[in-house]
């Protein structure tokens, strides 16, 4: 089955993008550093980049906390940079939440864990 890519060429230019700032950076550094060049590197690419936006969430009409994920970009896509040994279940199903309550469609997990670019799609 040829199903389109949600956000296919976003989503190349996100890896695009985090590819150069890898490149640039090499491994080794705190996740928060990655985050914060990337959105440089989305910029100067011509892309709206939102850091730490806040999501209310609600239980039975209560606001009971906020999601924020690392960045949404475009409006359309969150991007969650990490350096981690490998994405596993918790990663995943955090991208869930945040697409849930954000009401997107598309998470791009980064791994700026090693010397290439690990990253991983999860779809609403």
């Known amino acids: 089955m040829d199903q389109e890519l949600i956000h296919k ?6 890896i695009g993008a985090a590819m150069t700032v890898l490149n640039t950076l090499r491994p080794g ?3 928060k550093l990655y985050e914060n060049a990337l959105v440089i590197e989305l910029r100067k690419r011509g892309h709206a980049v939102e850091q730490q936006r806040q999501f209310p969430v609600h ?3 209560q606001l009971i906390g906020t999601l924020v994920p690392d960045l949404i ?7 969650d940079p990490k350096v981690v040994t490998a994405f596993n279940d918790s990663h995943l199903a955090q991208m869930v939440g945040y697409l849930n ?5 598309l998470a791009l997990l980064l791994n700026f864990k090693n010397a290439k670019l690990e990253w991983k799609r999860v779809v609403r």
């Open 9 to 14: 060429e976003l989503s190349e230019a996100i």
């Open 29 to 31: 550094l705190d996740e």
């Open 59 to 61: 239980y039975d009409n």
């Open 73 to 79: 970009v475009d409006d359309l896509v969150i991007a």
């Open 101 to 105: 309550i954000s009401g997107l469609r």
